[in-house]
């Protein structure tokens, strides 16, 4: 069983900087995805990234400004935000996946002056 908790989320003003982090549980495969999703108020999840491997991949929307990194040693990936904007507000979830995917909990970054 593997267990994701995010952490990181809070207040920040626009244009500022956020980084988050995931900690994951269990059997845990530095080959298998781990990356981020994130809600918006009334709107469908929205894949950002993943990295699996060496390999990391984002939704154009956020390249520049979003990178995802991941400490293997740790089980942990992170996503720092860069140059936020009150758009990005949302629930961000991390996720892991091996054949299924598990997910956090989620962590609630707000941009707003």
């Known amino acids: 069983q593997v267990q994701l908790v995010e952490s990181g989320g809070g207040l920040v003003q626009p244009g500022g900087s956020l980084r988050l982090s995931c900690a994951a549980s269990?059997?845990?495969?530095?080959?298998?995805?781990m990356g981020w999703y994130r809600q918006a108020p009334g709107k469908q999840r929205e894949f950002l990234g993943r990295?699996?491997?060496?390999?990391?991949n984002y939704v154009d929307s956020v390249k520049g400004r979003f990178t995802i990194s991941r400490d293997n040693a740790k089980n942990t990936v992170y996503l720092q935000m860069n140059s936020l904007k009150p758009e990005d507000t949302a629930v961000y979830y991390c996720f892991y996946s091996a054949g299924m995917t598990y997910w956090g909990k989620g962590t609630l970054v707000t941009v707003s002056s």
């Open positions: 269990g059997s845990i495969s530095s080959l298998n995805s």
């Open positions: 990295k699996t491997g060496d390999i990391t």
